[in-house]
């Protein structure tokens, strides 16, 4: 349609009420002439104007009424367009939670048809553990305590798949309908979570790495200090003890000279596992401290009982009789053991601890070695 035509709709009101006073002039004006031989007096010419203005004024309301209903109904087509073409799903639900109104983008994402749609709520598909926050947010939207929400969750599809959704909803109210109505916009992030969760695995692998011994698979010196920064400070708010034993294989350096590094590195992965197998129920955390030398934090655990422990180990080292034919001790792997443990104090760091242990250490070697010494 032409501009003609446009403005034409636009003042169809007011081109009404033009022609109809045009005419009503005619049929006043010829029943003047044909009646009356007496000209307008002053009140029909009053009453004339308001009636004209009156008219005109219907005119002016009339268009504006149709303009905006015009405006209201090209705003409807074009929500429309946008809600069935979008790329994004779109759905329409009651304060319930009872949905009404899916776009296809939301079939295409979920799988379900518009008719099992229209008999579901949003709770139906969404997986159970993510439902109460859904709940929580809505219910909050609805009391107008927030403007809109956004929540990225978890959604059950028609074949079973579990996919992970970013919503954003928000209320509209339908003027046709006179309702308020739930809109909610989900996105699919089903992709974006996966790599999100492929890097944090891969951040936790490379966390693991910095903190672990490659050899042995036990914490090094960097993890298992952070492991005691952690529990030295629990223990100085609860007031209880923590123990630390250090262990050193005696003679290793002359089993490194005469059976090589290779087997070496064999041993301290055998010495490892023996150690962590005999402290398996103790709570202990174990570490390669370094080189042949390995440390044992005992959270909640007193002196006496860590050097119980101690011992134990020097017992199962013994037992398992790892050749090591250049030793001065025995003809066959030995350890000697450091203990040493107290409640830590206000302003305490864990260096003296670990110094007490390791004077206790070099006590038990020269006692003689595979033995266990508490300081």
Known sequence: MGPKWTIMKNYKGRLFIFFFLIGNLWLWKAHHQLFSEKGMNIFE?????????ISWRAGVLYDRHWNQKEILKNNHDRFRLIFEKSGVGIALM?????????????????????????????????????????????????????????LEKRYICQDGRTIWGKVTSSLMVD????????????????????????????NQSLKDMSNTDSLTGLL??????????????????????????????????????HYGHLEGDNCLVKVGGIIKKTLGESGACISRYGGEEFLIVLPECD???ALLWAKALCESIEIEKIEHQYSLV??????????????????????????????ALYRAKQMGRNRAYMQ
């Open 45 to 53: 010419f009053l009453l004339l104007v308001t009636y004209i203005l």
């Open 175 to 202: 003027e046709e309908e006179h309702q308020t109505l739930i809109i909610g916009v989900v996105v699919d992030i089903t992709e974006r979570k996966a790599i999100e969760k492929k890097l944090k695995e891969a």
């Open 220 to 257: 090094n010196r960097r993890g298992i200090e952070k492991y005691v920064e952690a529990e030295w400070e629990k223990a100085r708010e609860a007031g209880h003890f923590i123990s630390f034993i250090i262990v050193d294989i005696d003679y290793f350096k002359n089993y490194n000279d």
């Open 303 to 305: 002196p006496e009982q």
């Open 94 to 150: 009651d304060p319930g939670g009872k949905i009404v109104f899916v776009n296809p983008k939301m079939i295409d994402m979920f799988g379900y048809k518009k008719e099992e749609f229209l008999n579901m709520t949003f709770r139906d598909f969404s997986y159970p553990g993510d439902v109460l926050p859904n709940d929580r947010l809505l219910d909050q939207l609805l009391n107008g305590e927030i403007a809109y929400y956004q």
């Open 330 to 359: 025995a003809p066959y792997i030995t350890i000697s053991t450091g203990v040493a443990g107290f409640i830590p104090n206000a302003d305490e760091s864990f260096t003296p601890l670990f110094k007490q242990a390791d004077q």
